[in-house]
């Protein structure tokens, strides 16, 4: 049974993965349920660390050296296997969590800009040649921050939904429009964008 874990895992990833969006509520829903299921795979690797902390004993008290070195050198790599994965789920989930209790702040765009690059992976995983789209928006206080946005079109002056006043305010007009965005602030996750 246990032998199902791995594969079921790496499956679920990959459909959060490919129906994540690029924005909003649903990347960051996103975002909580792949460092969710990491949350998972590091409980399981502390359960596995305390049960070895029983086989270090009984090492220790058969007084063979080797066994207790040995113990010692699991020990050591599943703790730092750990904390490799602890560090970026919590990294990730923390703010993905105070940002879905908190809700999207509105945060006035001062200026922003705009660069394209293409992006082609095998046609088996996504489907060939994707376009991310790279909204670098300054704000009011002086902060600025880059939002990445793919398409699947390289053209994207006819796209609507949140691409529509993006390319208005960054590439028609990057410094006249006024542009306010609504975003998770701690995720740095964008919500919504409108021309003021």
Known sequence: MLLLVPPALTITIIVVMRNMGAYGKSKLIGTIILCCLG?????????????SVQDLRA??????????????DNLASMTCGVLVI?????????????????GPQPRAVASCSYAQDTVTRSQWFTGGTSY?????MRFDDGTQHTFTIATSEQDISQL????????????LHPDQ?????????????LVDARLD
């Not at 602890?86 to 908190?102: E, K």
């Not at 609507?160 to 590439?171: A, D």
């Not at 006024?178 to 701690?186: A, E, K, S």
Request: aromatic content about 8%.
């Open 177 to 189: 429009t006024p542009l306010t965005i609504d975003m998770y602030v701690h995720s740095k996750t």
């Open 39 to 51: 949350l998972l795979v590091v409980i399981g690797a502390v359960a596995t660390l305390l049960a």
């Open 86 to 102: 602890a560090a970026p789920v919590f990294y990730f989930l923390t703010p993905a969590v105070i940002d879905l209790v908190q």
């Open 160 to 171: 609507s939904g949140i691409i529509h006043p993006l390319y208005e305010g960054c590439v």
């Open 59 to 72: 090492a220790k008290r058969s007084g063979d050296r080797r066994a207790v070195r040995k113990q010692l």
């Open 132 to 136: 991310n789209n790279h909204f670098v």
